[in-house]
C-alpha cells in the first residue's frame, strides 16, 4: 500500500507565500506523475501542477508564474511554492502520485492524498 503525507498549508493574507509538501512511502518502485489538485467548494477538482519523473511539468494556466511544483525522485517528494496567493486560490490541495508501480510486473495504480486547507484571506 501507498500513503501519500501532505503539509503546509493554513491561512495566508493576499500576496503572501505558501509552501506545500507531499511524502509518499510504502512499497514503492516508481511514480510516473506526482502533482497538485484542488477543489474550492462548489466547484470540481482541477490540476494545479504536475510533475514526472523525467521532469516534464504542466501548471494551470491560472497559477503560471505564481506557483512552482518541484519533485525529489529518491525521496519520493512532491513540493509547491505558491507566491502571490490570490483569495480564489482558496481551495483544498490534494497530493496525487499517478501511475504507481509497486513492483515490477504490477499493475500501476493512482493515490491520492487527506488533502490539506489553503485559505487566503485578508
Known amino acids: 500500500q501507498v500513503q501519500l503525507v501532505e503539509s503546509g498549508g493554513g491561512l495566508v493574507q493576499p500576496g503572501g507565500s505558501l509552501r506545500l509538501s507531499c511524502a509518499a512511502s510504502?512499497?514503492?518502485?516508481?511514480?510516473?506523475?506526482m502533482g497538485w489538485y484542488r477543489q474550492a467548494a462548489g466547484k470540481q477538482r482541477e490540476l494545479v501542477a504536475a510533475k514526472t519523473y523525467i521532469g516534464e511539468t504542466d501548471y494551470a494556466d491560472s497559477v503560471k508564474g505564481r506557483f512552482t511544483i518541484s519533485r525529489d525522485n529518491a525521496k519520493n517528494t512532491v513540493y509547491l511554492q505558491m507566491n502571490s496567493l490570490k483569495p480564489e486560490d482558496t481551495a483544498v490541495y490534494y497530493c496525487?502520485?499517478?501511475?504507481?508501480?509497486?513492483?515490477?510486473?504490477?499493475?500501476?495504480?493512482?493515490?491520492w492524498g487527506q488533502g490539506t486547507q489553503v485559505t487566503v484571506s485578508s
Open positions: 510504502g512499497t514503492i518502485f516508481s511514480i510516473n506523475s
Open positions: 496525487a502520485a499517478e501511475d504507481v508501480l509497486t513492483r515490477p510486473g504490477y499493475d500501476v495504480q493512482d493515490y
